[in-house]
């Protein structure tokens, strides 16, 4: 087994989704079965491939410091569900 | 057995920018929540970030400024984690390719000398602001500073007190402030610093378990902080109880004087660093950087050679004036108005710094102009107001404004100095005096001083004191 | 069904020319898709007054004698992962189903620009995870050849709106196939462009580094068309691509396919490839040989497990951080109960994203998190640079990589739906051109026996667009004349 019931939960709970027992359960069996479908990655031969970062990438795309001030206010928090004057409100947050 | 503290610092400079890293809003301070936000910096969906080219130019100016390697090639990485002051659930910082690494400062500090590394200045941005309610189950979320460019700066664990943590940091803020990459002001937040301590027996080599301080402000707090966690593990090793000490986080409470366990590091977050394709590598070539290099301006070691050699300062003087960049062009700027360097010196360290430390007044605010207090020195030196007229002045000058012309005719604290008025004193004083004249005639030459201090009296202050002598002198003969 | 095409080329001239409005083809294409959507599902949204006022607009320009832009009164649909300013955009989820951007996407504005009409948004995969349009989390979208089968996906609305004549022109994005799988479902022409030549600012991120928008269309000449709208720096987008940018790819295109080197790869013909599709595709070949392509056949050795792999891994890991932001505080879904911020975070994301987005999310966090990066994500990322390395040593000597788009025909709706592992493989011909970030189009070669259509793709080098839309315009037009 590549991924346990505990672990998947355990990588859920990073990506702040709670899972159901029964979830967890079937999820498990189904990322098992991806993991095992992509077992070969792990033959790849990896030896001197470069860097990333280097390669293909596009340069240069930068901006000027400069103002720019979003026009149109009124339509930046229609979508906020809570707000109180212009802070957004949210339950108490304990740190 | 003997102890060796030890501490690293890491500080979060905002960079002084007109806009945000990524996008094109203010990040000038905004009484009005979320006033200074876009669908960028709210991370609405399909936004992409674009580099402001500024801070770019300010991590490089800060990592020349702190001797760093400038690294040509570096890039922008993810740190994801859920918090409500992160609106995109990660932040965009740099993780294993920062701008600038291996840099060193170099001071004396309480006749040792001092070498902090630097291990790395990476860029970042800035998380919004929660509100925590008092008397309410709520939060509230302004994202005004969400997006705000950020350098932090990671030093070595080379400092080996609480002093040469809070020197190292004055040195750094003072740079900072040389070189205008930051406004650096602490109780607005704009310089943050966090501290790593442990302690070990002098002559071990490998490092005890550290403690990281957060929630520090400013460097009276750095170094209660420090003390307090320094004398906290040192009892903890002396009664062998060394193993309580876990590396964890913990936040200094300035108001009881404590610092407060906050997480572990077995609580620590998997943050899955990893790059971010929305942004490409930030590829900075030599010329560039010698372009900045060349925009440095004085940093506060030159400056303090200059003024030591130029203007003849003692040590601690020029110490002190180039520890802060304001002091300094002030104190520089009163001399070019041409006032006499030690003099100048004198009252920007008497007069000034005590004014400002008792009003709290920042040193960039100062509310004097360098020519005023340059013909208040003038006027003092010319003996048309007495030394203590001229403290007077100053007071005011600093606290209500106005010229030291218009202030010495107002209070009327001109020196008298006309010699028909001084005459008239003299000899009032002489008459109501006679056991001191008599005491004068018959070798007391002490006496002398006492009368001047009568003529001084009757003229509340104002009689030009050498004036004084010489008509006595001569009216005793 | 074909009778009821006309293309955007025709409309905009048409438009312009006053053979007809703005305002009848909008309206002609509005009932089209009132008519048959309840059947196809191919909309999300559809925006008929916007749509009516923008054609009114164009006519009134028209009218004054001003000038019109290249696409004038050309209706198009946007698949919803794109934002449009004052129009909902879900991404086919419950998670944003009530979401209304406070902006437009770049291409939303440059085909605003070209006077193009915005007639509706278009069902796709749940935030375009899915190869099938099935993981929408609001309706179905049936292939208007065979309505039992599936569209493809995830741009399976974009695909299907064109397929049905509903529009002339739509937009998709495209990640690992997902315009072009669909097109070749829905017998009609898709381009995934050069990584960074369409703006990607608005589209609502899947997997940065691969995440391109691209047109659907019912001719390779339109498709064209689109791109040259579309296409760009932007100064939104870091990772556009700055330079010239050809303004009229199909110009001089007489010498069409002759002399153009094309590589077939083996690899790509292997048992996993639909007995049908390999049969249409083998007598595309000839047709390109018959046209004067030099045709060679080469191993490109690369596994598509191995792609496969990487790619899911590079998506997966991508997605999981893109898909943070949805956390029910600023916009977007709010659970109704919730005791703090954690949960109100945590109830909202569980409860608004479907099973395929939580089976990704969980997968890239396990990819990335400390203990398996090195494993997957490492691996991924170095896979990717020597893929890049292999292609372009393979366009060092051709023009263009030739082959399927899909390895499957359409299949049923439900079919394949519990099997995410058999779900992945539909991406193995595409995948590879996103990887590399290389120009890749799928044009209909013909169909199956049942008459289902199959996909031909191209695949070029960097900014090899011009090349990739002359090979597939001179293909389009020799199947066309065979047809008549």
Same mark, same amino acid.
Not at chain 2, 272 to 294: H, Q
Not at chain 3, 447 to 472: C, D, F, N
């Given at each position: 087994?590549?991924?346990?019931?505990?672990?998947?939960?355990?990588?859920?709970?990073?990506?702040?989704?709670?899972?159901?027992?029964?979830?967890?359960?079937?999820?498990?069996?189904?990322?098992?079965?991806?993991?095992?479908?992509?077992?070969?990655?792990?033959?790849?031969?990896?030896?001197?491939?470069?860097?990333?970062?280097?390669?293909?990438?596009?340069?240069?795309?930068?901006?000027?410091?400069?103002?720019?001030?979003?026009?149109?206010?009124?339509?930046?928090?229609?979508?906020?569900?809570?707000?109180?004057?212009?802070?957004?409100?949210?339950?108490?947050?304990?740190? | 057995?003997?102890?060796?503290?030890?501490?690293?610092?890491?500080?979060?400079?905002?960079?002084?920018?007109?806009?945000?890293?990524?996008?094109?809003?203010?990040?000038?301070?905004?009484?009005?929540?979320?006033?200074?936000?876009?669908?960028?910096?709210?991370?609405?969906?399909?936004?992409?970030?674009?580099?402001?080219?500024?801070?770019?130019?300010?991590?490089?100016?800060?990592?020349?400024?702190?001797?760093?390697?400038?690294?040509?090639?570096?890039?922008?990485?993810?740190?994801?984690?859920?918090?409500?002051?992160?609106?995109?659930?990660?932040?965009?910082?740099?993780?294993?390719?920062?701008?600038?690494?291996?840099?060193?400062?170099?001071?004396?500090?309480?006749?040792?000398?001092?070498?902090?590394?630097?291990?790395?200045?990476?860029?970042?941005?800035?998380?919004?602001?929660?509100?925590?309610?008092?008397?309410?189950?709520?939060?509230?979320?302004? #994202?005004?500073?969400?997006?705000?460019?950020?350098?932090?700066?990671?030093?070595? !664990?080379?400092?080996?007190?609480?002093?040469?943590?809070?020197?190292?940091? %004055?040195?750094?803020?003072?740079?900072?402030?040389?070189?205008?990459?930051?406004?650096?002001?602490?109780?607005?937040?704009?310089?943050?610093?966090?501290?790593?301590?442990?302690?070990?027996?002098?002559?071990?080599?490998?490092?005890?378990?550290?403690?990281?301080?957060?929630?520090?402000?400013?460097?009276?707090?750095?170094?209660?902080?420090?003390?307090?966690?320094?004398?906290?593990?040192?009892?903890? #090793?002396?009664?062998?109880?060394?193993?309580?000490?876990?590396?964890?986080?913990?936040?200094?409470?300035?108001?009881?004087?404590?610092?407060?366990?906050?997480?572990?590091?077995?609580?620590?977050?998997?943050?899955?660093?990893? !790059?971010?394709?929305?942004?490409?590598?930030?590829?900075?070539?030599?010329?560039?950087?010698?372009?900045?290099?060349?925009?440095?301006?004085?940093?506060?070691?030159?400056?303090?050679?200059?003024?030591?050699?130029?203007?003849?300062?003692?040590?601690?003087?020029?110490?002190?004036?180039?520890?802060?960049? =304001?002091?300094?062009?002030?104190?520089?700027?009163?001399?070019?108005?041409?006032?006499?360097?030690?003099?100048?010196?004198?009252?920007?360290?008497?007069?000034?710094?005590?004014?400002?430390?008792?009003?709290?007044?920042?040193?960039?605010?100062?509310?004097?102009?360098?020519?005023?207090?340059?013909?208040?020195?003038?006027?003092?030196?010319?003996?048309?107001?007495?030394?203590?007229?001229?403290?007077?002045?100053?007071?005011?000058?600093?606290?209500?404004?106005?010229?030291?012309?218009?202030?010495?005719?107002?209070?009327?604290?001109?020196?008298?100095?006309?010699?028909?008025?001084?005459?008239?004193?003299?000899?009032?004083?002489?008459?109501?005096?006679?056991?001191?004249?008599?005491?004068?005639?018959?070798?007391?030459?002490?006496?002398?001083? =006492?009368?001047?201090?009568?003529?001084?009296?009757?003229? %509340?202050?104002?009689?030009?004191?050498?004036?004084?002598?010489?008509?006595?002198?001569?009216?005793?003969? | 069904?074909?009778?009821?095409?006309?293309?955007?080329?025709?409309?905009?001239?048409?438009?312009?020319?006053?053979?007809?409005?703005?305002?009848?083809?909008?309206?002609?294409?509005?009932?089209?898709?009132?008519?048959?959507?309840?059947?196809?599902?191919?909309?999300?949204?559809?925006?008929?007054?916007?749509?009516?006022?923008?054609?009114?607009?164009?006519?009134?320009?028209?009218?004054?004698?001003?000038?019109?832009?290249?696409? $004038?009164?050309?209706?198009?649909?946007?698949?919803?992962?794109?934002?449009?300013?004052?129009?909902?955009?879900?991404?086919?989820? /419950?998670?944003?189903?009530?979401?209304?951007?406070?902006?437009?996407?770049?291409?939303?504005? +440059?085909?605003?620009?070209?006077?193009?009409?915005?007639?509706?948004?278009?069902?796709?995969?749940?935030?375009?995870?899915?190869?099938?349009?099935?993981?929408?989390?609001?309706?179905?979208?049936?292939?208007?050849?065979?309505?039992?089968?599936?569209?493809?996906?995830?741009?399976? &609305?974009?695909?299907?709106?064109?397929?049905?004549?509903?529009?002339? @022109?739509?937009?998709?994005?495209?990640?690992?196939?997902?315009?072009?799988?669909?097109?070749?479902?829905?017998?009609?022409?898709?381009? +995934?462009?050069?990584? &960074?030549?369409?703006?990607?600012?608005?589209?609502?991120?899947?997997?940065?580094?691969?995440?391109?928008?691209?047109?659907?269309?019912?001719? @390779?000449?339109?498709?064209?068309?689109?791109?040259?709208?579309? *296409?760009?720096?932007?100064?939104?987008?870091?990772?556009?691509?700055?330079?010239?940018?050809? /303004?009229?790819?199909?110009?001089?295109?007489?010498?069409?396919?002759?002399?153009?080197?094309?590589?077939?790869?083996?690899?790509?013909?292997?048992?996993?490839?639909?007995?049908?599709?390999?049969?249409?595709?083998?007598?595309?070949?000839?047709?390109?040989?018959?046209?004067?392509?030099?045709?060679?056949? @080469?191993?490109?050795?690369?596994?598509?497990?191995?792609?496969?792999?990487?790619?899911?891994?590079?998506?997966? $890991?991508?997605?999981?951080?893109?898909?943070?932001?949805?956390?029910?505080?600023?916009?977007?879904?709010?659970? /109704?109960?919730?005791?703090?911020?954690?949960?109100?975070?945590?109830?909202?994301?569980?409860?608004?994203?479907?099973?395929?987005?939580?089976?990704?999310?969980?997968?890239?966090?396990?990819?990335?998190?400390?203990?398996?990066?090195?494993?997957?994500?490492?691996?991924? @990322?170095?896979?990717?640079?020597?893929? +890049?390395?292999?292609?372009?040593?393979?366009?060092?000597?051709?023009?263009?990589?030739?082959?399927?788009?899909?390895?499957?025909?359409?299949?049923?709706?439900?079919?394949?739906?519990?099997?995410?592992?058999?779900?992945?493989?539909?991406?193995?011909?595409?995948?590879?051109?996103?990887?590399? &970030?290389?120009?890749?189009?799928?044009?209909?070669?013909?169909?199956?026996?049942?008459?289902?259509?199959?996909?031909?793709?191209?695949?070029?080098?960097?900014?090899?667009?011009?090349?990739?839309?002359?090979?597939?315009? $001179?293909?389009? *037009?020799?199947?066309? /004349?065979?047809?008549?």
């Amino acid at each position: 087994m590549r991924i346990s019931k505990d672990e998947v939960i355990y990588t859920a709970k990073l990506a702040k989704l709670c899972l159901t027992d029964e979830e967890a359960e079937k999820l498990a069996g189904e990322l098992d079965a991806i993991l095992a479908d992509m077992g070969a990655m792990e033959t790849i031969d990896m030896e001197d491939a470069g860097n990333d970062t280097e390669a293909g990438m596009p340069r240069g795309v930068i901006r000027p410091d400069e103002n720019v001030v979003f026009g149109d206010r009124d339509k930046l928090f229609v979508n906020t569900k809570s707000m109180r004057g212009t802070f957004i409100q949210v339950p108490k947050v304990i740190e | 057995m003997s102890f060796e503290t030890i501490i690293g610092l890491e500080i979060h400079a905002e960079l002084n920018t007109k806009s945000k890293i990524f996008c094109g809003c203010s990040t000038e301070f905004a009484s009005e929540p979320n006033a200074n936000t876009c669908p960028v910096c709210l991370a609405y969906p399909g936004t992409l970030p674009v580099l402001n080219e500024r801070v770019v130019d300010l991590a490089v100016k800060a990592g020349l400024a702190l001797n760093c390697k400038i690294n040509h090639v570096s890039k922008f990485d993810r740190k994801n984690y859920f918090y409500p002051d992160l609106p995109k659930a990660y932040q965009i910082s740099q993780f294993d390719l920062p701008i600038c690494t291996d840099g060193a400062v170099e001071f004396e500090c309480a006749g040792r000398h001092v070498r902090v590394r630097i291990n790395r200045i990476h860029i970042e941005e800035d998380a919004g602001k929660l509100v925590h309610m008092e008397d309410e189950p709520y939060t509230l979320v302004d #994202y005004n500073r969400a997006g705000i460019p950020l350098i932090e700066i990671v030093t070595e !664990p080379d400092m080996r007190s609480p002093l040469e943590a809070v020197t190292f940091l %004055r040195i750094l803020k003072s740079i900072l402030e040389y070189g205008e990459i930051s406004d650096c002001r602490m109780e607005q937040g704009s310089l943050r610093c966090d501290a790593n301590i442990s302690i070990r027996p002098v002559g071990q080599k490998e490092f005890n378990t550290k403690v990281e301080l957060k929630n520090i402000n400013s460097f009276r707090e750095l170094q209660k902080a420090l003390e307090k966690e320094e004398k906290r593990q040192v009892e903890l #090793y002396r009664f062998d109880e060394g193993h309580k000490i876990v590396q964890e986080t913990r936040r200094w409470d300035s108001a009881k004087g404590r610092t407060i366990s906050m997480r572990t590091k077995e609580e620590a977050q998997d943050y899955r660093y990893f !790059p971010d394709s929305d942004l490409v590598p930030v590829v900075i070539d030599e010329p560039a950087v010698a372009e900045i290099k060349n925009s440095l301006p004085e940093l506060p070691m030159e400056k303090y050679r200059r003024f030591t050699e130029e203007y003849k300062l003692s040590a601690d003087d020029a110490d002190i004036l180039t520890g802060d960049r =304001y002091l300094s062009e002030f104190f520089e700027d009163t001399v070019r108005e041409g006032a006499a360097p030690k003099a100048a010196a004198n009252w920007v360290l008497g007069d000034m710094l005590r004014m400002l430390n008792e009003s709290g007044i920042p040193s960039r605010e100062i509310p004097v102009e360098p020519i005023r207090l340059c013909r208040l020195i003038s006027m003092v030196e010319a003996g048309k107001i007495s030394n203590t007229a001229g403290k007077e002045v100053f007071k005011e000058m600093f606290t209500s404004g106005g010229t030291p012309e218009e202030i010495v005719e107002k209070k009327g604290l001109a020196q008298i100095s006309s010699e028909d008025a001084l005459l008239e004193m003299v000899k009032k004083v002489i008459e109501e005096n006679p056991k001191s004249v008599s005491d004068y005639r018959n070798g007391k030459t002490k006496a002398m001083g =006492y009368l001047v201090g009568q003529v001084m009296k009757a003229s %509340r202050g104002r009689a030009n004191p050498a004036m004084v002598n010489e008509l006595l002198m001569k009216e005793l003969g | 069904m074909s009778s009821d095409f006309i293309s955007a080329g025709r409309i905009s001239r048409g438009v312009a020319g006053k053979s007809f409005s703005a305002v009848e083809i909008t309206e002609s294409h509005i009932s089209k898709i009132k008519a048959n959507d309840e059947k196809i599902g191919a909309f999300l949204t559809l925006c008929e007054e916007d749509a009516l006022a923008q054609a009114r607009a164009i006519d009134k320009k028209i009218s004054e004698g001003r000038p019109v832009g290249k696409l $004038a009164g050309v209706p198009v649909a946007i698949k919803d992962n794109i934002c449009t300013d004052g129009i909902r955009t879900t991404c086919a989820s /419950k998670m944003l189903e009530d979401f209304i951007p406070p902006y437009n996407a770049t291409v939303v504005e +440059k085909l605003l620009e070209e006077d193009a009409v915005i007639i509706g948004k278009t069902n796709m995969d749940e935030f375009a995870m899915g190869s099938s349009t099935e993981t929408s989390a609001f309706r179905i979208t049936r292939n208007p050849h065979d309505a039992s089968r599936v569209p493809g996906g995830s741009s399976g &609305g974009s695909a299907a709106a064109v397929a049905a004549g509903m529009v002339p @022109v739509s937009l998709g994005t495209d990640t690992g196939g997902s315009i072009r799988q669909p097109a070749a479902f829905c017998g009609v022409v898709g381009m +995934k462009p050069t990584y &960074g030549t369409v703006s990607r600012y608005g589209l609502i991120g899947l997997a940065s580094s691969m995440d391109q928008i691209g047109p659907l269309t019912v001719s @390779v000449e339109d498709c064209a068309l689109v791109l040259e709208v579309i *296409q760009g720096y932007d100064k939104k987008d870091s990772t556009s691509c700055c330079g010239e940018y050809d /303004k009229d790819y199909l110009s001089g295109s007489t010498e069409g396919i002759r002399g153009m080197k094309i590589c077939i790869p083996e690899d790509f013909f292997t048992e996993s490839l639909d007995e049908e599709t390999a049969f249409a595709i083998n007598e595309s070949i000839r047709r390109f040989e018959h046209l004067g392509a030099e045709i060679e056949k @080469v191993s490109l050795s690369i596994d598509h497990s191995d792609i496969l792999s990487a790619y899911n891994v590079l998506v997966c $890991a991508e997605a999981s951080s893109n898909l943070g932001r949805y956390d029910g505080i600023c916009y977007g879904y709010r659970a /109704k109960e919730y005791e703090n911020t954690d949960e109100l975070i945590e109830k909202s994301r569980s409860e608004a994203f479907g099973d395929e987005v939580k089976r990704e999310i969980i997968l890239g966090t396990y990819f990335l998190s400390s203990s398996n990066y090195d494993r997957y994500y490492s691996r991924a @990322v170095k896979y990717r640079t020597a893929l +890049k390395r292999r292609f372009a040593e393979i366009f060092s000597r051709y023009d263009l990589i030739l082959g399927p788009t899909a390895p499957v025909l359409p299949f049923r709706i439900g079919e394949w739906v519990n099997d995410p592992v058999k779900m992945n493989q539909m991406d193995m011909y595409t995948a590879p051109a996103n990887l590399a &970030g290389l120009p890749a189009l799928s044009v209909p070669c013909g169909t199956s026996r049942a008459g289902l259509p199959i996909g031909l793709q191209l695949i070029g080098p960097h900014h090899g667009e011009r090349a990739i839309l002359q090979a597939a315009y $001179a293909f389009e *037009q020799d199947m066309h /004349k065979e047809v008549i």
